[in-house]
């Protein structure tokens, strides 16, 4: 029998904690489920709140579930669209859990079913900032030798770019920050490790202070500008298009823009 | 390796003198188009530094909407030729500089490391002889993968009249190789560029042509074969340059595609650069919708099955500027319409006016599901302001009159808000 009651789960805002409570709503067949995350608890005003304590085998057995139902892309859909952070997401996304476990063929592909269709785009405007930060990434050598970048992607990307820039400056010393969500990724030429760091409070991203970074910072920064300058060609200029693949608020971080 | 040391001093004997040779030589090279970055699989090994395996980046955009993906300089602007619709040529009274082999090293791995780029597209004014000339751009490429530990992308510029031995060893560092035959026809090129001829081009295209394939095979049966220029080839065509018809134009673009197997040809509208009367004059527009026209023909050889007379021949030997290339073709064929979406093959579904490829294996996938109708084909995304004359779903409201190819495209060239105006550069969305 289905338990029709309202429950609000609340969780820690993770994956693994959002797959936990699939993995409660299942067990005890709530029908009727919201989500929130303990950042900002509120006392609903219907039905009972439960607190779900994050548990790896229990997400784990969800997360090969969802596998077994859906092709590669569509479990990685899941995990994509759930960086949204979108508000309600979670209830969306336990809908096209719901389905995909019930559906015969791999419900992925279904691109005329309406919650297929919305977590797909939420998951392919999540895929569409990961792609901008991989390109809008721009690194600045510290004088401790390490490559430093900021970012402020409109959704949770980093763990999305770990793997990209792993591979690409395997190398090379590196941290990408995200000043939104105050934490970054720092690899040490072994391993990627997530990291937290104190900045100073009149910490500007925009600049390029020779009392972090290395003199020869500011000169490839500047000939990477005059490098951006002389490929323009002014006969064909475009402004629209070109703020159409370059969002202006972006241009903070991009070197070439900042002169 | 290359970290950068914290002394004051730069890494440049010079920088201003490196500050201005980048300005000259990054203005001097941004006529060539080409920016691709993908195809490659070079993956990074030993922990060095750089991959090229993905799709490719572009790191950002000029101001003209072109992506920047690669540094693009050339090594010189130095010429001993003297070919009418180019800058760099020998009677242009321009500042001249040359880097030096390190120079374009440290800025491609400096670049490279603060993520502006995906690689290095070197191209190169000729300088004493096609082979000294060669012989540098190959020392670049090769010093980035021996001494640097480089995985990144390379394109090179073969130069016409290259030796074998050469372009052999430039294959062998590189991930794409390129001749411009920037002339669509001989009758232009012996016009505008009197001292090269074809042959000089194809020379080097065809060595590359035969090392890709003899790798390959060997590859095959040897796993450790290095790889041969892994992206293959490419080449740029000038447009409007030498009064060359469109089905000229795409028809050596499809005599090239397949007799060499290029990956890629570029089409680029002549930009006027000099006074000279067998060229268009200084003021003249950048012919850059039929450059698009041209894009969007190429498209639909490569990736939606058609022939290349199918659109361009004798009775029809230039595109339509007003209708994209695709609608033109279904408004002179109107005998094969209206396509039904739920039955279709994928060739005929991709000849429906407006459908790009990703709808076409939308409603492949979707079908399967369900009969599609109307509203399925709006959730799915499909655009449907001009799809919706050419093709029928499960409904009974389609279309039902028997129009003419004139009298549907003044129907739909009366509902579209001239939206093609503004679609002139080959990066858009070919078929949005
Ligand atoms: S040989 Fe190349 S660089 Fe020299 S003038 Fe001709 S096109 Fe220009």
Redesign the interface.
Known sequence: MLNSEEYTLSYDGTFDGFLTCVFHSYEQKMSNVTFQRNQHVQQSLFGSTIEIITDLEKADRVWKGIKSKTSARGSLRVYTAFLSEQAQIEALLLNYIQQAFISV?PMD??????TV?KVSQIAKSVGREK?RM????????T?D?I?F?NIEPDFDVLPLISK?FK??????KWIIYDLKRNYGLYYD?KRVEMMQLALPDDYDPTKTKTDFF???EI??Q???Q???E????A????????V???PKRYWKY???KLR | MTQISNSPKSIFMSFERIQEKLKILADAAKYDVSCASSGSKRSNINKGLGDATGMGICHSYTEDGRCVSLLKILLTNYCIFDCAYCVTRKSNDIKRAAFQVQEVVDLTINFYRRNYIEGLFLSSGIFKSADYTMERLVAVAKKLRLEENFNGYIHLKSIPGASDELMKEAGLYADRLSVNIEIPTKEGLKLLAPEKNREDFIKPMLKVKNEIIQYQSEKKIIKSTPTFAPAGQSTQMIIGASGESDQQIMWTSNYFYKKFNLKRVYYSGYIPISHDPRLPQIGTDVPMLRENRLYQTDWLMRFYGFEVHEILNNEHQNLDLDVDPKLGWALRNMAHFPVDVNKADKFMLARIPGLGMKSVHKILQARQFRNLNWDHLKLMGVALNRAKYFLVCDSRDFERRDLTGPQLKSIILQNTTSKYQNILSPQLNLFG
Do not use: C, P
Request: aromatic letters at 18%; charged letters at 20%.
């Open positions: 063929l592909f279904d691109f005329a079913n309406e269709l792609h991989e390109a809008f990434v721009r690194f600045k050598l004088t030798g490559y970048a990209h591979s690409r400056y395997a190398d090379q030429l290395t003199n020869s000169e490839f500047t000939l990477w005059d490098y951006f002389s490929t323009n060609i006969s064909r200029k475009n402004m629209k298009l070109h159409q693949h370059v991009l070197s070439e």
